[in-house]
């Protein structure tokens, strides 16, 4: 059973166009993440769902915009897409994020979605 | 100064040896620490986590914590081709507001036979 699922796995679009990237857990984590990686394989956090609540909102262009319909859920939808945003984009999820010493910080990633933009 | 600093490599051993790879952080209040791995076009993949000071192992992965020193390390013995991937060190910090995950720019390790 897959832990952290992501669909699409790639996504070839072309400038202007709206998309959307899904995100599935089913370890019955409260907290979930998308996190970008660019071509430089630099890999930094964009939001952050605790039990449906925005809690993280990095400095991240209004065209990028999260949902969570559930705990398990977590969507990322992308407006007027820009040559900028092919990235890979990471869903993950944890237990919780209650900082400290705590095995509930850690972080499962999902298998992640190749954007690329035209 | 970065959040969290790694060498970027590569970091080349041969099959066998004793790869080391370190990792040092800004924020001296952080308390859990990570590796991951991730091969190419991989996901990142929990290896580590160590919230103490000193050693903790795990099969061949043994990662060190010296928050004196403001360093993490994971050291991998008998190293194997299979080994070689990028080694992301992440540290859970309060950061811009906010308790998260930071990475590194990530370790690349190649094992030769």
């Known amino acids: 059973d897959t832990a952290v699922s992501q669909t699409p796995k790639y996504l070839v679009t072309q400038m202007g166009n709206d998309k959307s990237i899904k995100c599935e857990q089913n370890?019955?984590?409260?907290?979930m993440y998308w996190y970008k990686q660019d071509s430089k394989k630099f890999l930094k956090i964009m939001f952050s769902y605790n039990n449906k609540e925005l809690i993280i909102n990095e400095t991240v262009p209004n065209r990028f915009s999260p949902k969570s319909p559930d705990k398990a859920h977590l969507n990322l939808h992308i407006n007027s897409l820009e040559l900028g945003d092919s990235a890979v984009y990471f869903c993950?999820?944890?237990?919780?994020?209650?900082?400290?010493?705590?095995?509930?910080?850690?972080?499962?990633f999902g298998p992640g979605t190749r954007l690329t933009v035209l | 100064q970065k959040e969290v600093e790694q060498n970027s490599g590569p970091l080349s051993v041969p099959e066998g040896a004793i790869a080391s790879l370190n990792c040092t952080y800004s924020?001296?209040?952080?308390?859990?620490f990570f590796w991951y791995r991730q091969y190419s076009g991989k996901s990142p993949e929990l290896i580590m986590s160590?919230?103490?000071?000193g050693d903790k192992e795990d099969g061949r992965f043994t990662a060190q914590l010296n928050k004196a020193s403001q360093y993490v390390s994971l050291l991998i013995r008998d190293s194997q081709p299979s080994d070689s991937a990028t080694y992301l060190c992440?540290?859970?910090?309060?950061?811009?507001?906010?308790?998260?995950?930071?990475f590194g720019a990530g370790t690349r390790l190649a094992v030769h036979p």
């Open positions: 992440a540290v859970f910090m309060f950061s811009g507001g906010y308790n998260k995950l930071i």
């Open positions: 993950a999820s944890s237990q919780d994020t209650t900082g400290g010493r705590s095995s509930y910080n850690e972080q499962f």
């Open positions: 924020d001296r209040g952080s308390q859990s």
């Open positions: 370890l019955g984590h409260d907290t």
């Open positions: 160590i919230y103490s000071n």
